[in-house]
């Protein structure tokens, strides 16, 4: 059996009942390492499991599967996922790989960012489609994000900005060199994120645009959702380029219409109350 297990967004606890029981029977972990990190290491989650975890990076499972999905069919092999298995499509293919060997599986789901974004207040069901944004470069600054938070929000909904995570990424001249050399990890912050939207705001106006998202729109950063430490900030998108949350993982928010419940919420959540005031209340039913 090939378990695909959520292990939340904490830490080493948050792992369901089932699926803890289920670690401890297999005889393979991986820990995928590629597209979450949760708040403590791999030396930790391997206490409290009571199991040797081997580190699964983005090249193992997609392109060496079969090693990951080796005996599987006669032994209990586990992949660890932080969040929910079902937050990356990679492991939609692990399922399909396994299904072709016929190797049986089951999922273990647990709490994923795309849920748990309830927690500064917007209801869930008032989102539009979730949309990632990448680190630019000095050669490569792709808009289309901007495109999908625009289409949102004129259909009154807020959107969920997943934040760029580089992991085990190769510079372009040791990939071109075939060296296995790979820079330090970087993980984007809703600063980082803030810029950037502004600088796509600024470019549209320059073109003789009127973006649907300002400066002055409302949005909500999140750092560390579901640990201890989590924070929530919500105010302006020009404040969430200088907001201080600390380390990843960071989310950001743009809102769209906002119920009066919800707009209560965000109040708890303010960088500037009084600001939030004159700029809220702009884009509520």
């Known amino acids: ?10 830490d080493a606890k948050d792992i369901t009942v089932k699926g803890l029981e289920a670690v401890r029977r297999c005889r393979r972990v991986y820990l995928e390492a590629y597209t979450s990190v949760l708040t403590v290491g791999k030396e930790a989650l391997e206490e409290f499991y009571g199991k ?7 090249e193992m499972v997609e392109q060496e599967a079969d090693s990951l999905l080796k ?44 849920n748990a974004v309830g927690c500064c207040g917007l209801q ?17 600054k792709p808009e289309s994000f901007f495109d999908k938070i625009e289409k949102n ?15 085990k990424e190769q510079s372009l001249e040791n990939l071109m060199k075939g060296r296995k050399i790979y820079e330090p990890p970087r993980y984007m912050s809703v600063n980082q994120a ?9 470019n549209r106006r320059l073109q003789g645009e009127k973006p649907e998202i300002t400066e002055n729109t409302i949005c909500v950063g999140l750092a560390r ?12 998108l020009q404040q969430m380029s200088t907001v201080e949350l600390g380390a990843p993982l960071h989310s950001l928010i743009i ?8 707009l209560e919420m965000l109040k708890l959540f303010s960088v500037d109350s009084s600001s939030f005031e004159n700029n809220a209340c702009q884009r509520t039913t």
């Not at 040797?52 to 983005?58: F, K, N, P, Y």
């Open 52 to 58: 040797e975890l081997i580190l699964a990076d983005r």
């Open 225 to 236: 959702v579901g640990a201890p430490d989590e924070k929530i900030a919500s105010g302006t």
């Open 124 to 140: 869930l069901y008032n989102f539009g489609e979730t949309v990632s944004i990448v680190f630019w470069t000095d050669t490569w």
């Open 194 to 202: 803030a810029e950037q939207l502004l600088a796509i705001i600024q």
């Open 1 to 10: 059996m090939l378990y695909l297990v959520g292990l939340g967004l904490g």
């Open 255 to 262: 809102t769209g219409t906002m119920h009066p419940l919800e």
């Open 153 to 167: 929000r004129q259909n009154g909904m807020h959107t969920l900005c997943l934040l760029d995570i580089k992991v």
């Open 71 to 114: 005996e599987a069919d006669v032994c209990d092999v586990a992949f660890l996922v932080v969040g929910d298995p079902f937050g990356a499509t990679t492991h939609s293919d692990l399922v399909l790989r396994a299904v072709k060997l016929g190797i049986p599986y089951k999922v273990i789901h647990n709490a994923s960012i795309m």
